[in-house]
């Protein structure tokens, strides 16, 4: 079962645009992190952020939580044709529950 | 270190025949995972190792599937007696864990496994 949704289920917008891409999740998590992957290959972690954190950021992508409405979202900044991948949100939970959960994904597409 | 490898890449299989995949994690890593993603959904939680011991198996895993991971480097994911609907993508994946806590546990994943069941 997977833990998650993400919205939307698809997206597209034009090279140099910002892609932004949300998540819900439904139990107490240690930390939530988003992958990548792109067609038919395995995930690529991107980001992580710890339950006490809000926003974090590296590089082009920056990552908020609420906790309180167990929610994410990963936005991308200044998209380029190679971030034209599906997007995952993952959330790990607490010692003696640490696997890794995903979410359904958002497939993004940047038209060059 | 290539990374986490699995083998192989490609299997076709009538229904009814066993399969079993093989996963090479990050020689370092002692946690080992295994997960099933199918069309346009994301990857399913089957199964994870700490070393050579089975932590955790999905309830929703049948009988026919066995996995192991003897020496706690490798892995192989046993499917018995193959049905259409096991056609999937296997994904294995490795992290390092530290400690007693969670902590952040990355995990890097496999270019997985597909399966295709006739």
């Known amino acids: 079962s997977q833990q998650g949704e993400e919205d939307p289920q698809a997206l597209s917008i034009q090279e140099g645009e910002n892609a932004t891409m949300n998540c819900s999740y439904k139990?107490?998590?240690?930390?939530l992190q988003w992958y990548r992957q792109n067609s038919g290959r395995g995930l690529v972690h991107l980001i992580l952020?710890?339950?006490?954190?809000r926003e974090k950021h590296s590089g082009r992508l920056r990552v908020t939580l609420d906790t309180s409405k167990k929610s994410s979202s990963l936005l991308i900044t200044a998209s380029r044709a190679a971030d034209t991948a599906s997007y995952f949100c993952?959330?790990?939970?607490?010692?003696?529950?640490?696997?890794?959960?995903f979410g359904t994904g958002t497939r993004l597409t940047i038209i060059p | 270190d290539t990374g986490v490898s699995q083998d192989p890449r490609h299997k076709i299989t009538k229904r009814g025949q066993n399969v079993t995949f093989r996963c090479d994690p990050i020689?370092?890593?002692?946690?080992l995972y295994w997960y099933r993603q199918t069309l346009g959904q994301g990857p399913e939680f089957l199964t994870y190792?700490?070393?050579?011991?089975?932590?955790?198996k999905s309830r929703l895993l049948s009988d026919r599937f066995s996995a192991e991971r003897p020496k706690g480097s490798f892995s192989t994911l046993e499917i018995q007696r193959t049905e259409q609907g096991d056609s999937a993508m296997y994904l294995c994946?490795?992290?390092?864990?530290?400690?007693?806590?969670?902590?952040?546990?990355?995990?890097?994943f496999g270019a997985g496994s597909r399966l295709t069941v006739l």
């Open positions: 952020i710890r339950s006490n954190e």
């Open positions: 993952a959330t790990m939970g607490d010692f003696g529950n640490e696997k890794l959960t």
């Open positions: 020689s370092e890593h002692n946690r």
């Open positions: 994946a490795s992290s390092l864990q530290a400690g007693v806590s969670s902590g952040a546990n990355v995990l890097t």
């Open positions: 190792f700490q070393n050579e011991a089975q932590l955790e």
């Open positions: 139990t107490s998590i240690n930390n």
